[in-house]
């Protein structure tokens, strides 16, 4: 060939067109070499020509592919190498996991409950809390809280219609206020009668939460402003739907709430909830009588009204704050008796809507993150394991050009993509487990907006933990396997577990037992806070008591005397009903709410207004719910209009009202203005303490005003709840029951049942929950946590074979090395329930808002639970330390 | 490193080999003169070969230039930059290693 006097080529990329042509024809004389020499053996022309086309494949392609290399360039061609490095290591990643389906298996089933766990929890936070509030600029709204102090503690009253004024009037940092007081009505004129929730609303509600109205309009400032003038209210967008078929003629339509009635002028847009979780509809100011007495709109002692703000622009929470102090101040000089030691704190809207439901909400996020390290731990420790064994494979890269990037790059490939696998089942786990348990969540926990589903955000939350795992999996497996010395590990017959990484093990499953602790005392604390409240006694026989609630229409029974002979002829109707053995009536209802309070004053201090709850009972009322009597009677039949007004206290009553009494009957009190004599009453029995509000409620505090029963033929009441009991072994016939009541007054809607035992689960729900899905997690924790120890140690059993053996062979007995194994195990778990326990109590106050009568340092609960985590991971041991004991000297050493 | 990673690796040193050992050549040529100097046990893909040149001469180490053959044909001819030749020989050390790692490990699993 000659030498190399030829004129140099352009460098690749300029001249494209020419550059082209010369892949061309570079490839044509090679062809045509090869065709040449095809002929010299014997082909013609053609064939020769077909025959070397054919060997060399298509040249066309190859040309092609030749330039389009050219023409990338540099950086294309960096792309392509990481692209395809990347899609041959996941091939190979993927091999690699066919291979051992076992420990891919594990690994990716550990990591998907995981996933799964931490992303439904990431879906029910992200549905209802951190998703914006569905009003305008949600971080300027707050709420004023009017409260006293009372043992150090804020007991909040709210406001009175003209002290919400005066804040009004004088606040200039908080730029617009409203009252809104939810309340429960009977709504009718939908398509039936049913009960709805209402929310009676000052001016400046709608603009405040930025409501718009696609049908009608909201309340003019007469409505607000002058009482009982006109009756109107506004519907909610689902109650729209829902009982009037989203019927547009509904606006000038007219329905009755609690029996008067209203005009509908306007329909709320589909995204508008209102303050309480669930308004159907809303009642202007001056409407207040239809659910309370008109006479709250003037008093200024009388306290009801939640209030809402905004706060005005560049005012901060506690600038308002401070202004509200002052204002508060001002008010108390100007009224020194109605407004003695009376407060207003400013709460944000976030804070205050959620209430709980955040705190737990977010506790449970910290336990599913949790999980999700405890997971990451073990495959990185099922990673690790494996990747001593892959020693000699990894050698081989390396001598072949990899580098230790490269070799770490692969292995964090194969630990995304075992991450990956784990994430996808997650998903569908967490799919199911959010249908699956969506219906169990209590009613009232979540706001009525959050629908818990698998949202996009929840998805890419998913992917990013998943990411996230996957590289803290592999993190450590990568580094010691890139940092390898390729000749040592090799001489080692590749069983060298060198010490730094064995204690990376060692590290993790402390870390796992450590944090398996928290979740296990975080458990154990709500398992007792719940258990706790179950154990309170509500001063009632729960079971086998059914209520329902009726209130008859102005029209039928307008006033208190037919009120006393409408509530004998339906006692007298339920109890004809078969089946039914007993049966009472009252104002209210034990855990259904709606107790309404007055004062009380003892004749020797008629200055002193005490503040109780009163309710009405029919004679049986009592007996039926299985209360206790401490001294004196029940009310009676003998309790009528013509006798001396009775009442019935409860212990608490006594104890604090009447100290000085020894039991308290035959005492009086004034249950109204002592000016008044026909307000005097006389005690005539006292009862055990009955919890009417909730479990949870301390008798005694100031702020839980006492109870106080009247005869409901001396003090009779609209709203009645009906309560009763069956023969036993009976069912109650609700439609008996509804055929009876609607008999004896057809204006009446159909009662809806209820047991007392629905309300006392209905009470009790919330904490159960939580107790459930912390117990949840925290077993998966612990099963985590064993599931690392037991391998752990048995890999460590088994690579230190030769050393047991040489121990054996030394006398030591088989009990003797199984008993080293199990101390291992348990020294390992001692050290990670120390540091677990540490954590645990210094982070115990997060949980202290949802506990019920436990501290969040109880020490009965650390104690059972590190006692508990000890022993499972003693046994845990248990199985690698047989193994250990069972090997005989002779086999280890020859095999070696 | 995946197969084809390996195997290019591999032919980019058997290639730089034989153009050193060579002289300046075309592509034809090249992959004559390693089935010859492999004992015929050794044949390269034409679909891998130009391919092949083409990314050594990108990379700096290869230089080409057009020429005539003796036949007067016209003809794209190949030689070994410097770096290529520094190249040549660290990579041609390091396959030394890698193969004598190779035995190792075959004859403990024999």
Known sequence: MSGWPFKRTPPPGSLGGDQDADIDEELEFHLELRTRELMDEGLDRDTARREAE?????????????????????????????????????????????????????????????????????????????????????????????????????????????????????????????????????????????????????????????????????????????????????????????????????????????????????????????????????????????????????????????????????????????????????????????????????????DGYLGSTGRLLWVLFGAGGFLLLIAAANVANLLLVRADARVRELTVRRAVGADSGRVARLLLTESIALAAIGGAFGLVLAAWGLRVLTPLIPHGVLPGYAEPVLSVRAFLFALVSLTVVGVLAGLAPALSSARRDLTTSLRAGGRGMTGGRARTQQIFVITQVGLALLLLVGAGLLTRSFRAQLAVDPGLEMDGVHVFSVQPSRESVPDADGLRVFTDELLRTVAEVPGVRSVAASSDFPLRGGSSGAYVFRP????????????????????????????????????????????????????????????????????????????????????????????????????????????????????????????????????????????????????????????????????????????????????????????????????????????????????????????DGARLAGVGLVIGGIGALLSGRVLESLLFNVESTDPMTFAVVASALLLVATLAAAVPAWHASRKAPADVLGGE | MSGSDLFTGTLDLLILRTVVRVGPVHGYAIGKAIRAGSDEVLSIEESALYPALHRLERKGLLDSAWGQTDTGRRAKFYRVTPRGLTLLEAETRRWIEFSGAVGLILDVDG
């Open chain 1, 54 to 350: 054919m060997q060399f494949g298509d040249a066309r392609e190859v040309a092609r592919r030749i330039k389009r290399e050219r023409r990338r360039g540099g950086a294309g061609r960096m792309m392509m190498n990481v692209l395809g490095e990347l899609r041959g290591d996941l091939g190979y990643a993927f091999r690699t996991f066919r291979r051992n389906p076992g420990f891919a298996g594990i690994a990716a089933l550990t990591l998907a409950v995981a996933i799964a766990g931490n992303t439904a929890v990431f879906s029910v936070l992200d549905s209802a809390i951190l998703r914006a509030l569905p009003f305008e600029n949600a971080s300027e709204l707050v709420f004023l809280n009017g409260y006293h102090l009372q043992n150090g503690e804020r007991a909040i009253r709210y406001a009175s219609v003209p002290e919400f004024t005066d804040w009004r009037e004088r606040s200039r940092g908080v730029s617009s206020m409203a009252g809104v007081r939810p309340a429960g009505v009977t709504l009718r004129g939908g398509g039936g009668a049913e009960r709805a929730e209402a929310e009676v609303v000052s001016q400046d509600y709608f603009s405040i939460l930025g409501g718009t109205t696609p049908l009608g309009r909201t309340f003019t400032p007469e409505e607000y402003e002058v009482p009982d003038a006109h009756p109107v209210v506004v519907l909610s967008h689902s109650l729209w739907v829902r009982s009037f078929g989203s019927d547009p003629g509904v606006v000038g339509r007219s329905v009755l709430v609690n029996e008067r009635t209203v005009e509908v002028i306007g329909v709320m847009a589909a995204d508008f909830a209102g303050v309480s979780l669930d308004v159907d509809l809303w009642i202007p100011m001056g409407m207040m009588s239809l659910v309370g007495s008109a006479d709250l709109l003037d008093t200024r002692g009388t306290r009801f009204l939640p209030v809402i703000g905004r706060l005005a622009s560049g005012v901060s929470v506690e600038d308002a704050q401070r202004e509200l102090d002052a204002i508060a101040g001002d008010l108390q000089d100007l009224y020194p008796d109605i407004n003695r030691d009376r407060f207003v704190e400013v709460e944000t809207f976030r």
């Open chain 1, 604 to 823: 020797d201090d008629p200055e002193t207004r005490i503040r109780y709850h009163r309710h009405s009972v029919s004679p049986g009322y009592f007996e039926n719910l299985g209360v206790e009597l401490r001294s004196g009677r029940f009310i009676e039949a003998s309790d009528n209009q013509q006798a001396r007004p009775v009442a019935v206290v409860t212990q608490a009553f006594v104890e604090r009202v009447l100290p000085d009494a020894s039991n308290g009957v035959g005492r009086s009190i004034y249950v109204g203005d002592p000016s008044d004599p026909a307000n005097l009453a006389e005690i005539v029995g006292v009862v055990e303490n009955i919890r009417y509000r909730n479990l949870t409620q301390d008798m005694m505090e100031e702020s839980n005003s006492p109870d106080v029963f009247f005869s409901i033929h001396q003090v009779p009441a609209r709203f009645l709840e009906i309560s009763f009991r069956t023969d036993a072994g009976v069912a109650p016939n609700p439609e008996a029951i509804r055929t009876a009541v609607q008999r004896m007054d057809p204006s009446i809607p159909a009662p809806s049942l209820t047991t007392l035992e629905e309300l006392y689960h209905a009470q009790t729900a919330t904490p159960r929950f939580a107790a459930f899905l912390m117990g949840l997690f925290s077993g998966l924790a612990l099963l985590l946590a064993c599931v690392g120890i037991y391998g752990v140690l048995s890999h460590s059993v088994g690579r230190r074979g030769p050393e047991i053996a040489l121990r054996r062979a030394l006398g030591a007995q088989a009990a003797d090395v199984a008993r080293s194994v199990v101390w």
